[in-house]
């Protein structure tokens, strides 16, 4: 973990602690090569997606128009808002191309991610094999979610090792979305598929060199 040097005080910040946290993981090494073994030396003839689900999205609104940004002072915006509802992202990102897979819906529950499944079903060719990188979320592991994909010889799933989730690279995609100008818009209504950043967005997978590094 980098840290600074305090007889450096240019780059000197006190009231910014360093987080971290170690996994409890036995297996950890073995799920990190597995994981990277993935990224590095896909196998043939199938698809690595990562998988994860972005909650709690809200559609903000503030109450008094915005106030430009000009020459000598900074945008203005109001501190208070109108919540105009929330909703749960989830997406698979394609390692090989940068592609990503969305779906949006208003609860995070198992019934959801099933949903998500079927979906990424109809997406891959029926020819390629799917290996799913995710993390140790319950929803992940319900019994019902086990029980689809047993009956489904070509969905091989890799955990993430516990408190390890930034192995997923969607996590990097999430993070490009909440950076400007997506982070920052004005959300009156969801749209009909209930997406408030994507159309904001203009397709973000299109960064796919920032997302392979």
């Keep these: 973990m980098p840290r600074c040097s305090c007889t450096d005080r240019s780059s000197t910040a006190p009231r910014k602690p360093d987080g971290y946290k170690l996994s409890t993981d036995p297996f950890f090494v073995e799920k990190l090569r597995d994981i990277v073994g993935l990224y590095l030396n896909p196998p043939d003839k199938a698809m690595v997606l990562c998988v994860d689900e972005k909650t709690q999205i809200q559609a903000l609104d503030r109450t008094q128009p915005l106030l430009p940004m000009g020459l000598g002072y ?4 109001t501190h208070d808002y109108i919540r ?6 989830f997406a698979a990102l394609d390692v090989a191309t940068g592609e990503v897979i969305t779906q949006c ?3 995070h529950r198992h019934q959801e991610f099933l949903g998500f499944l079927r979906q990424i079903e109809r997406s891959v060719p029926e020819a390629l094999d799917v290996h799913l990188i995710v993390d ?3 929803t992940h592991k319900h019994v019902k979610v086990r ?3 047993v009956q489904r010889p070509r969905f091989h799933v890799h955990y993430t090792p516990t408190y390890a989730s930034w192995l997923n690279q969607v996590e990097r995609w999430f ?3 909440h950076q400007p100008p997506c982070s920052h818009p004005i ?10 950043w994507l159309p904001v967005q203009n397709q973000p997978w299109r960064l ?4 392979q590094s």
């Design 74 to 77: 900074v945008e203005g915006v």
């Design 147 to 149: 029980a689809w994909l």
């Design 208 to 211: 796919r060199p920032q997302l």
């Design 105 to 107: 819906k208003p609860r």
């Design 175 to 177: 993070g490009l979305i």
């Design 187 to 196: 959300h009156h209504l969801f749209g009909a598929a209930g997406r408030p």
């Design 136 to 138: 140790n979320s319950c």
């Design 84 to 89: 105009h509802g929330t909703t749960t992202l």
